[in-house]
């Protein structure tokens, strides 16, 4: 469960943008009105660049690359997006595998995106490849050794693109063609299902937002990456927009899809969404349903999850939530049988609070989720166990530049993995994101 949708801070994104993170505008765009997802903005990159409303604006920097993602564009018709992050962590937990090692973490991370366009339709959106390349590297010793979630216990990620040390992968290249006006896409190939469904644009990317899985995806959704699949996507009108897709699920993410699909673990997931400028007369929202099937170990599983995003008027502030629940107590792909998560954002809080003008894309956020975690999560029946996980995460994320920020977080765990064993898990961070 890596969500890479896009590339919410301070990418390289305009109006069209690839789902992501989406969290398919840039962040400065989503934080004053999230618009939900008209399919130019989940299947597109744009081809301008990032936060013009940072300290530093127009810097030589942001020139050459506001012209490089035009020029590539006009001339090639290439979109693409970079998302680069040095993050380090220290964390106070002995590992749930007894381990004591690996508290200090500092990792490098990479997240790219490209599409091109190989038949050029004003009409219909045109024909596009699409592709995605995620990877993480190790900086010191005890990264080498284990990743965060292993060192702290945890039944999601600490951060959901940092993998092992050295690990790069594939988790998307597939056919996009747009039919009915743009109003229908249809994509095939390799998907990475995290790019199109359970969009959220205050909660969807480690690199400016959140980084506990709970805040990227919700763990009850069976998504998957680097496996065939396809999607169906509709937008009856500027409000509504329906989706419909399936992946295969048994092909690990840095293994040839060719040559280690089975067929016999997959997943149907459909999705709802409707999206009003003033949603229910508060502000901009948008809210999401996602009833979904998946086949795992010889048994077939169902389940539902949601998911909301709305602002409070013309405050400063902002909520999101998810919610999911699966039949299966076992074999969830993504790690939970049951969950809920929320939590409040607050735009630009520096300025706001001592009038000191800062960044568009600025914003302090605090999330919690409960989660009830998948059985295989679980070492051993004879451990002492909880029936849910609690993460509490704060984060801020401060733009220099239209290319760089800086975010300092802090997460707490508590029954780590529903173990009863275990001490709760403290995680402070920071990290530097460049996004190109």
Request: charged content about 15%; hydrophobic content about 35%; aromatic content about 10%.
């Amino acid at each position: 469960m890596k969500k890479h949708l896009i590339i919410t801070a301070l990418l390289a994104s305009s109006s069209l943008a690839i789902a992501n993170n989406n969290s398919n505008l840039t962040l400065s765009e989503q934080n004053q009105s999230p618009q939900g997802n008209l399919l130019n903005d989940i299947n597109l990159l744009g081809d301008e660049f990032g936060d013009e409303s940072t300290p530093i604006s127009n810097d030589a920097l942001t020139r050459a690359l506001t012209d490089i993602h035009k020029s590539a564009y006009e001339k090639l018709g290439l979109q693409f997006a970079l998302e680069q992050a040095f993050r380090y962590s220290k964390g106070d937990n002995a590992a749930h595998n007894g381990q004591s090692s690996g508290k200090d973490q500092s990792w490098y991370k990479i997240h790219a995106h490209a599409g091109i366009q190989l038949f050029e339709s004003a009409r219909h959106q045109g024909t596009w490849i699409k592709s995605e390349l995620s990877g993480s590297v190790a900086l010191n010793k005890h990264s080498g050794q284990t990743s965060p979630d292993e060192a702290w216990g945890a039944s999601g990620p600490a951060d959901c693109d940092i993998f092992e040390d050295g690990y790069f992968y594939m988790p998307e290249l597939l056919l996009s063609q747009g039919f009915m006006d743009g109003e229908l896409v249809i994509m095939g190939g390799i998907i990475n299902q995290t790019n199109y469904y359970d969009i959220n644009s205050y909660a969807n990317s480690t690199f400016g937002q959140f980084g506990a899985a709970p805040f990227v995806n919700n763990q009850v959704l069976p998504l998957g990456d680097s496996n065939f699949g396809f999607i169906a996507q509709y937008q009856f009108d500027d409000n509504w927009l329906m989706q419909i897709g399936g992946n295969m699920m048994d092909n690990e993410p840095n293994r040839n899809p060719f040559k280690h699909t089975s067929g016999k673990a997959w997943n149907l997931i459909a999705e709802l969404t409707w999206t009003h400028d003033n949603a229910f007369n508060i502000g901009a929202g948008a809210y999401r349903l996602q009833p979904f099937l998946f086949h795992a170990n010889g048994k077939n599983h169902g389940g539902i999850a949601f998911n909301a995003e709305q602002d409070l008027g013309e405050s400063p502030f902002a909520l999101f939530a998810r919610a999911g629940w699966s039949s299966a107590e076992a074999s969830n792909l993504c790690g939970a049988s049951a969950q809920v998560s929320g939590g409040i954002v607050f735009k630009k809080a520096i300025e706001v609070m001592t009038g000191l003008k800062e960044a568009d894309s600025n914003y302090l956020g605090v999330g919690i989720s409960f989660s009830k975690p998948d059985a295989d999560t679980l070492a051993g029946p004879n451990r002492a166990r909880h029936d849910r996980e609690m993460i509490l995460e704060c984060s801020y994320s401060y733009a220099i530049t239209p290319y760089c920020l800086i975010q300092p977080s802090y997460q707490h765990v508590k029954n780590p993995a529903g173990r009863g064993d275990v001490d709760s898990a403290d995680i402070i961070s920071v990290q530097c994101v460049f996004a190109f």
